[in-house]
Each structure stands twice: as C-alpha cells, then as structure tokens.
Nanobody
C-alpha cells in the first residue's frame, strides 16, 4: 500500500487546515492509522491515531484541537487541525499501524510522503 499525505500549507496562528492521507494498493478500513509530525531539528512525534472502530487517541499537545477521521469509501484518513499555533509547524506524515504501541513510530509502516504545515505568528 502507498500513502500520500497532502493538504498542508501556510496558515496564520489561530487558523485551520485539513490534511488528507490517501491510500492506494489496498483498502485499510480495518487498519489503525496514525499521524505523526516532525519539526525542524526535532524527532518525529506522535500526533494521533484512529482505529477501525473509530476510536481515536491524541497527543496531549493537540488534544481538543485536532481531530482524525476516515472515509472508507474514499480510502482516505483526515486530520482536521484547528487553533493552530507556530509550535504546530512541521512536516506531517501518515502511516499504517502494524504492531506494538500505537504512539510509537516504530509500530507503523507504509509511511507516506509528508506534507508541510507552516503556522505563522
């Protein structure tokens, strides 16, 4: 399966963006999907994940501001980001969970090409 994240861009602080992660090659309606991000000079970090039943988990830094959803008919997962601040500036990635702990990047595979999100103050 190949994943492609898109929808990033430049937004002012307080604004919103919706990222999409489209999959090709197979359906992933039964898979847990994860979003991660990597800011310049920092390690990639967990943002949130969504399992097959719709249960979501978020990093504390984005809880209440970000929402993950999926459209199985379109084989696409979304990351709605609201109340963005400059600390959210990063390249955002989506990936498929394989095994292990859901907040660890080593538990994911099929990393898509990331999309840049830049939040200006």
């Amino acid at each position: 399966v190949q994943l492609q994240a898109f929808g990033g861009g430049l937004v002012q602080a307080g604004g919103s963006l919706r990222l999409s992660c489209a999959a090709s090659g197979r359906t992933f309606s039964s898979a847990r999907m994860g979003w991660f991000r990597q800011a310049p000079g920092k390690e990639r970090e967990f943002v949130g994940s969504l399992n097959w039943s719709g249960a979501t988990y978020y990093a504390d830094s984005v809880k209440g501001r970000f929402t993950i959803s999926r459209d199985n008919a379109k084989n696409t997962v979304y990351l709605q980001m609201n109340s963005l601040n400059p600390e959210d500036t990063a390249v955002y990635y989506c990936a498929v969970f394989t095994r292990g702990t859901f907040y660890s990047q080593s538990s994911y595979d099929n990393w898509g090409q990331g999309t840049q999100v830049t939040v200006s103050s």
